[in-house]
């Protein structure tokens, strides 16, 4: 079965420290997001990706940034971590014709930062 | 610009009972709209989209919903809920031209035995 997954799950990390949020998908959808998402709040896109080597900043300001060397691999990393950081963050993929696009989510990755 | 609301942050109701879970946006062009679901520590998931045709949208886990233009809304029912049905619920709309999906701030659902 086609999927979208996303590592780690969860993480805990200091001030300061850089990470990587992993996104894969197995459906060869051209169209790759990341949101971040907080309690009792609209998803807020942070990037995006028309296709490979296309990425696009979104609407919410971020500290992050992201690549597309692989149509199926869609990494967001964050420099320096800061408590502001701290979020559930949720990568999707698409295809359709444009406006028509439904997403298909991932699980999410739950980032503390301390 | 586009925006989307949701007009009820959570719902509470018995199981067995309908539901209604509401939904309007504002947008001087055409639309799609989507209702997506999000169960306990998983991603979103597609419900049911309107793209052109019939106003009224029928959906997975027998849920259903119906556009109204001159309204600007898309309002999410369910005639029976059950207990499984307690997961949150957005509301969500694109552009036609464009493939940004703007979503709104969602509405819990909470089924009670």
């Known amino acids: 079965e086609a999927d979208i997954y996303q590592t780690p799950r969860y993480l805990v990390i200091g001030t300061g420290k850089k990470i990587t949020l992993e996104c894969s998908q197995t459906?060869?959808?051209?169209?790759m997001y990341w949101y971040q998402q907080d309690p009792g709040m609209e998803l807020h896109l942070i990037h995006y990706?028309?296709?490979?080597?296309?990425?696009e900043k979104g609407d919410l300001s971020s500290e992050s940034t992201v690549s597309r060397i692989r149509t199926e691999h869609f990494p967001l990393t964050l420099e320096s971590a800061r408590p502001s950081h701290t979020s559930q963050y949720l990568c999707?993929?698409?295809?359709?014709?444009?406006?028509?696009?439904?997403?298909?989510f991932g699980p999410g990755t739950r980032l503390t930062v301390t | 610009a586009q925006s989307v609301t949701q007009l009820d942050s959570q719902v509470p109701v018995f199981e067995e009972a309908p539901v209604e879970l509401r939904c309007n946006y504002s947008?001087?062009?055409?639309?799609?709209l989507f209702w997506y679901v999000q169960y306990p520590n998983q991603g979103l998931q597609l419900l049911l989209k309107?793209?052109?045709?019939?106003?009224l949208v029928k959906g997975i886990n027998g849920f259903e919903a119906e556009f109204n233009k001159s309204q600007t809304s898309f309002h999410l029912r369910k005639p029976s809920v059950h207990i499984s049905d307690t997961a949150e619920y957005f509301c969500?709309?694109?552009?036609?031209?464009?493939?940004?999906?703007?979503f709104g701030a969602g509405t819990r659902l909470f089924v009670k035995a």
């Open positions: 999707a993929s698409s295809v359709g014709q444009r406006g028509t696009y439904e997403q298909y």
């Open positions: 459906m060869g959808h051209d169209k």
């Open positions: 990706s028309y296709g490979v080597n296309s990425t």
């Open positions: 947008s001087s062009v055409s639309v799609y």
């Open positions: 309107y793209l052109s045709g019939s106003t």
């Open positions: 969500a709309v694109s552009v036609g031209g464009g493939f940004k999906t703007i």
